[in-house]
């Protein structure tokens, strides 16, 4: 059984950084793409980002590139989101997810497995 463990959110002046980390166990990903999504109070949930754990390939939503960074540890079987310059707009629970595909996945209902969310709350 697939089990998707977010960890590292928290509260964080605009500006600063975060790093959040999703740790996967359960089986081989080796064939998976991993994403992070956002939900913020009020709002449908979003996607951030995503990568494949085969290859680094990469693909962000338009409103954090250049300021996030997705990548993988495959030793550790985590995936990291660097979280920089944090915008009081970026406060969300944000989930990790991963999704059986030779290719990076971007849309919400491809994914079959998400963690339980981390709050990441960026005060103005």
């Known amino acids: 059984q697939v089990q998707l463990v977010e960890s590292g959110g928290g509260l964080v002046q605009a500006g600063g950084s975060l790093r959040l980390s999703c740790a996967a166990s359960?089986?081989?990903?080796?064939?998976?793409?991993m994403g992070w999504f956002r939900q913020a109070p009020g709002k449908e949930r979003e996607f951030v980002a995503a990568?494949?754990?085969?290859?680094?390939?990469?693909y962000y939503g338009n409103y954090v590139k250049g300021r996030f960074t997705i990548s993988r540890d495959l030793a550790k079987n985590t995936v990291y989101l660097q979280m920089n310059s944090l915008k009081p707009d970026d406060t969300a629970v944000y989930y990790c997810a991963a999704a059986r595909s030779p290719g990076v996945v971007i849309t919400e209902y491809e994914y079959a497995y998400w963690g339980q969310g981390t709050q990441v709350t960026v005060s103005s």
């Open positions: 359960g089986r081989t990903f080796s064939s998976y793409a």
């Open positions: 990568t494949l754990w085969s290859v680094a390939s990469t």
